[in-house]
């Protein structure tokens, strides 16, 4: 169970296009989704954090209007980079954590495997 | 400010030996710590997530132990395998802030044959 479901899982296109990731939760609810950006041999930088039906909160540093995050339901959240750049090539990772229940904040969160963006 | 510092940043061993990852942490009103597991190219699975109340929890031959009062803690791999050859995180959430968690920079190991 728990399972987490990101697509694509990578994407190669020209500078100025924009680009869209999701994130799915496959067999639980997820209030909260995360989102990563992880450079080759660095842990993940978190970018913003996602809640079902309201804004995203975006991490000091990270253009809101760069990179747009919706979370439109309990088990999808998506990511845009729009007009990417060569600077915006990166591994990109999501991640949910389960509906608060039992365990709240302790509950664990579950990635996605992640989405390798290339522009060229 | 809330710190997650892993050591050794990497780590060879032979196939079937032991290691000790090491993870300490600042953050504080402590939640809980969570040990993950990132093979190449891949995203972070979970391996153990351990509460204030909790000083060790295992998951087959991984074995994580938390000491709350030094806010330290660690991952013992046993017999280790070829695919143990990952980058483990260690990942610490605080009970304030939307539990919001600070990331170490991880362990890479390799385990060689």
């Known amino acids: 169970g728990a399972v987490v479901s990101q697509h694509p899982s990578r994407v190669i296109c020209k500078s100025g296009t924009s680009v869209k990731i999701e994130c799915r939760s496959l067999d639980f609810q997820a209030t909260t989704m995360f989102w990563y950006r992880q450079f080759p041999k660095q842990s993940l930088m978190l970018m913003a954090t996602?809640?079902?039906?309201?804004?995203?909160?975006?991490e000091q540093g990270v253009e809101k209007d760069k990179f747009l995050i919706n979370h439109a339901s309990l088990t999808l959240s998506t990511l845009t980079v729009t007009s990417a750049h060569p600077e915006d090539s990166s591994f990109y990772i999501c991640s949910a954590r389960r509906r608060t229940g039992r365990g709240g904040s302790n509950q664990p969160q579950h990635f996605g495997d992640g989405t390798r963006l290339s522009i060229l | 400010k809330n710190q997650v510092e892993q050591s050794p940043q990497s780590l060879i061993i032979l196939e079937g030996k032991n290691c000790t990852l090491q993870c300490n942490y600042t953050v504080s009103p402590f939640s809980n710590l969570r040990w993950y597991k990132q093979d190449t190219g891949r995203g972070p699975v979970s391996l153990t997530i351990m509460t204030f109340s909790e000083n060790t929890k295992s998951n087959g031959r991984y074995t994580a132990t938390l000491d709350a009062d030094t806010k330290q803690s660690s991952l013992h791999i046993t017999a280790s395998q070829l695919s143990d050859s990952a980058s483990y995180i260690c990942?610490?959430?605080?009970?304030?802030?939307?539990?919001?968690?600070?990331f170490g920079d991880g362990t890479t190991l390799t385990v060689k044959p």
């Open positions: 990942v610490v959430s605080a009970t304030t802030n939307a539990g919001k968690s600070t």
């Open positions: 996602s809640n079902e039906g309201s804004k995203a909160t975006y």
